[in-house]
């Protein structure tokens, strides 16, 4: 899995290309990790490229937001795919994200 | 995976398929079997034109699928495991355990057009 990086001021927009699912759960919690250790308390993770999640890569996104609301941060979510989106619908954990349609939407106040 | 991709199903629906299926492959590889390589998981795929019935077998001692909690519930809600088997559930027409939990079987109705 390819996970791209930009910073917009204090923020870090992180854009996982491809599925987050068992396989690649381990490679998106090892570049939170490092996100972590660099002291980055906003993240916004931009869903454009990723066509399909299972629950390991829903249990891998709410262990980041816990670790960054632990340290006074928050991980917001933009650009959501509709099928994409119903996984996280389905089991309720949109609640515990702030979701937008877009990565400026998400950006703005964050 | 690819011989359902093969078959004229819609992409919702195998978006359904697939991740029901993936669920279930790894409830029975890892909870199931307890990741024993001894043990072996064995699937079942059969297509009719209006549905497709999958089933899972693993090898384990089973579990009380009655009893599961409920991971919509707030207490929950931020729980990193017990969604699977309730993806499943939600993702698929019919969701039947046998065999104290050994067997999964899970059946698609197949409503919409070719992909």
Request: with cysteine.
């Amino acid at each position: 899995m390819n996970i791209r990086e930009e910073r917009y001021n204090d923020a870090v927009v992180c854009i996982p290309e491809g599925e987050i699912n068992i396989h690649t759960s381990a490679e998106l919690r090892k570049t939170f990790d490092k996100f972590i250790k660099t002291n980055t308390k906003k993240l916004l993770v931009d869903f454009s490229s990723v066509p399909y999640i299972d629950s390991s890569g829903l249990a891998t996104l709410i262990e980041m937001l816990q670790r960054l609301k632990k340290i006074g941060g928050n991980l917001r979510i933009s650009n959501m795919a509709d099928k994409v989106k119903n996984v996280f619908e389905i089991t309720k954990v949109h609640k515990l994200f702030a979701i937008f349609d877009n990565r400026q939407d998400a950006l703005n106040g964050f | 995976m690819n011989k359902i991709k093969a078959l004229r199903i819609s992409e919702d629906d195998f978006f359904s398929i697939r991740l029901s299926l993936e669920e279930a492959l790894i409830n029975a590889i890892r909870h199931g079997n307890k990741n024993n390589p001894d043990l072996s998981v064995e699937v079942d795929v059969e297509y009719a034109k209006d549905k497709l019935i999958m089933q899972v077998k693993n090898q384990g001692e089973g579990f009380d699928f009655q009893h599961l909690a409920d991971p919509t519930q707030a207490e929950n809600l931020d729980k990193l495991s017990g969604r699977g088997i309730f993806l499943i559930r939600n993702m698929m027409d019919n969701v039947e355990f046998t065999g104290q939990g050994r067997v999964i079987k899970m059946v698609k109705l197949l409503k919409g057009g070719p992909r």
